[in-house]
């Protein structure tokens, strides 16, 4: 698996009294079984002789390598008991999401001394994450090997993926909502002071013209999506009305690149029906099937829904947006899931 798109912060941790030498060969085992999964991995090799987060001293050299080269998250084995006050001081400061675990421990040395005491180190931690006001995901005490580890450390790397889409995120609002649907109110101020969610409005006008003028004088990315969709579907409009759906999805397509919106939210009736003669539904699905997520009813909060949705699976898949509308009359663990068709063609 090759995959990018999260940079992880590796923060290992140990505690003096404790083996340096059991410390360093499970740091070692840790960071060649997360290195298959393909991401970036931020170290702390050169902060000190260990490349481990040791005491209080560990910190700010930890936090401004991971602030220089900007990780996306953190993740802090404990290869031994660890330092719960130089991990914590370290999650507080980078502010990203936080993944505390350690390998399960072996038994006692014959001699009764124990080489590691990893889990009540990840106890230590925890309850100094929780004074500091940290969040964090903890996977239970076990093997790297596990399926509990491996199933853990990928859902928290997705959870971290969400966190970096959703903050900063950048919303095309083209029109407003239909005047009926109060169910799709949102608070724009509070989504920008909050979680810095900017809307980016744009008048469902001016994007009629575009798609006139587009149809007018056709680019060869529109000829293109022309031909390609004819040989995918049937198509039953007239051929005014199907040229200006395609248009509609290359111009949105454009302004998605131009302006670097990922995610947008469209009034699609009943404006454009008078505008263009069309249901732009057809289109939305066009662009789930490129990753660019098209709510319906100018619904922002779906907006959101559909790009966090989208995230959780890095990217790799399109989703859909739909309607939870009837229960099954019969089936207890069955819904009509509906709209009017914006549903990627995949």
């Keep these: 698996m090759e995959n990018n798109k999260v940079k992880i912060g590796f923060a290992p941790t140990r505690r003096n009294v404790f083996s340096i030498k059991e410390a360093v060969k499970y740091k070692k085992i840790i960071l060649n ?5 393909g991401f970036d991995i931020i170290d702390i090799d050169d902060i000190n002789e260990d ?3 040791v005491t209080n001293d560990d910190v700010d050299s930890a936090v401004r390598k991971f602030k220089k080269y900007g990780v996306d998250c953190l993740f802090a084995p404990h290869c031994n008991f660890g330092t719960e006050s130089a991990v914590a001081k370290v999650a507080k400061i980078v502010n990203k999401p936080f993944l505390l675990w350690g390998p399960r421990d072996d038994a006692p040395l014959s001699d009764g001394s124990r080489a590691r005491d990893t889990q009540c180190g990840l106890f230590a931690t925890s309850k100094i994450l929780q004074r500091f006001g940290v969040p964090y995901t903890y996977i239970i005490n076990s093997g790297v090997k596990d399926d509990v580890f491996e199933r853990g450390f990928l859902n928290f790397l997705k959870a971290a993926y969400v966190v970096k889409k959703f903050r900063n995120l950048r919303i095309g609002q083209i029109g407003v909502r239909p005047g009926d649907f109060m169910t799709v109110i949102c608070n724009e101020g509070e989504l920008l002071e909050k979680f810095g969610i900017e809307i980016v409005p744009f008048n469902l006008e001016e994007i009629a013209s575009r798609v006139k003028e587009l149809v007018k004088n056709p680019s060869e990315e529109f000829k293109e999506t022309i031909n390609d969709i004819k040989k995918k579907v049937e198509v039953r409009i007239n051929e005014t009305a199907f040229k200006n759906l395609i248009a509609m999805k290359v111009i949105i397509k454009e302004i998605s690149l ?3 919106i990922p995610v947008f939210a469209l009034q699609c009736w009943t404006s454009l029906q008078d505008m263009l003669q069309i249901m732009p ?3 939305h699905g066009l662009l789930f099937d490129e990753k660019i997520p098209v709510a319906c009813e100018t619904d922002i909060h779906g907006a959101i829904s559909s790009i966090i949705t989208q995230a959780a699976a890095f990217d790799e898949k399109p989703v859909f947006f739909a309607d939870l509308t009837i229960r099954h009359p019969e089936d207890e663990n069955a819904e009509l899931l509906l709209h ?3 549903f990627p063609l995949s």
């Design 340 to 342: 009017c068709g914006p």
């Design 33 to 37: 079984a997360i290195k298959k999964y």
């Design 258 to 260: 131009e302006q670097k």
């Design 281 to 283: 539904c057809f289109a």
């Design 51 to 53: 490349g481990l987060l």
